[in-house]
């Protein structure tokens, strides 16, 4: 399974920006999907995750009401819409994808993802 992450750059406190994660598994349609970020020195930190047949996307705190989570299967492709970025948002953003539906409460734990991409890299500017 590949995870192909884009979408990442430059931009200044309150833009936007879309990042992509293209999938090259056949099961994109089941499992959960989400994204994990790495700001430099820190931990990695769990942004969003959801799962592909049922229920609704999962958000950490510090991104809840500005980022949005959404799927195409038909294109096997994960999107994370962000919106109002902030400086502490600067981070290295990676995708991650569990062929296993988990529950809410294990969507944080990384370890519970099998597939990563490489990371897409993203700066907001104050």
């Known amino acids: 399974v590949q995870l192909v992450e884009s979408g990442g750059g430059l931009v200044q406190t309150g833009g936007s920006l879309r990042l992509s994660c293209a999938s090259s598994?056949?099961?994109?349609?089941?499992?959960?999907m989400g994204w994990f970020r790495q700001a430099p020195g820190k931990e990695r930190e769990f942004v969003a995750a959801?799962?592909?047949?049922?229920?609704?996307?999962y958000y950490g705190n510090s991104v809840k009401g500005r980022f949005t989570l959404s799927r195409d299967n038909a294109k096997s492709t994960l999107y994370l819409q962000m919106n109002d970025l902030k400086p502490e948002d600067t981070a290295v953003y990676y995708c991650?994808?569990?062929?296993?539906?988990?529950?809410?409460?294990?969507?944080?734990?990384?370890?519970?993802?099998?597939?990563w991409g490489q990371g897409t890299l993203v700066t907001v500017s104050s």
């Open positions: 598994t056949r099961t994109f349609s089941t499992g959960t």
């Open positions: 959801l799962r592909a047949s049922f229920g609704s996307p």
């Open positions: 991650a994808l569990t062929g296993r539906n988990l529950i809410v409460s294990s969507f944080s734990n990384s370890g519970a993802y099998e597939y």
